[in-house]
């Protein structure tokens, strides 16, 4: 997988991430012009979930979703092709998640992170998940979609 870097701009979520990619066959699929997303931060996960089932009602469902280690963020795609990343911190405190970014194993190797079904992930926390026992189960495959996307990420 080619490398990711983070370029952090202050101790909030307020980063960079600059993606190398292989080269791109002139039919493919995936947009590689321009800005890749951008992302909205809420306060909480409870918060992120409560968007999502409004949204979903409304009937936008996200593209896909990813449990990123660090943050649980649900892509929105816009008619032009850009992505808008809703998330939550999963530290709840973001110099824990610097320090998840900068020195875990885990991130070191998956900082694209784990895809997981929203509408299951959403019902699980209704019924009364806590939390910290739902992300380990996401992060551990316990919520994959069927089938998985092709973000057009390599191999």
Same mark, same amino acid.
């Given at each position: 997988m080619p490398p990711t870097r983070f370029v952090a701009i202050d101790a909030t979520s307020t980063a960079t991430a600059i993606n190398a990619k292989k080269e791109v066959e002139p039919a493919s699929p995936v947009h590689e012009e321009g800005a890749s997303h951008c992302a909205f931060e809420y306060?909480?996960?409870?918060? *992120?979930?409560?968007?999502? /089932?409004?949204?979903? @009602?409304? &009937?936008?469902?996200?593209?896909?979703?990813?449990?990123?280690?660090?943050?649980?963020? *649900?892509?929105?795609? /816009?008619?032009?092709?850009?992505? #808008?990343?809703?998330?939550? /911190?999963?530290?709840? /405190?973001?110099? *824990?998640?610097?320090?998840? #970014?900068? &020195?875990?194993? @885990?991130?070191?190797?998956?900082?694209? &992170?784990?895809f997981f079904d929203p509408a299951r992930v959403y019902e699980t926390f209704k019924s009364g998940t806590d939390f910290e026992t739902l992300e380990k189960a996401v992060y551990a495959g316990a919520f994959l979609p069927d089938p998985i996307p092709n973000i057009g990420l390599p191999g």
């Open positions: 306060s909480s996960f409870a918060e *992120l979930m409560s968007t999502y /089932d409004r949204l979903r @009602q409304s &009937g936008v469902e996200p593209a896909f979703s990813l449990d990123h280690g660090m943050t649980m963020s *649900l892509y929105y795609k /816009d008619p032009d092709g850009n992505f #808008v990343e809703l998330q939550s /911190d999963n530290f709840s /405190d973001w110099k *824990l998640s610097g320090e998840y #970014v900068r &020195g875990s194993p @885990q991130f070191a190797a998956n900082p694209i &992170g784990v």
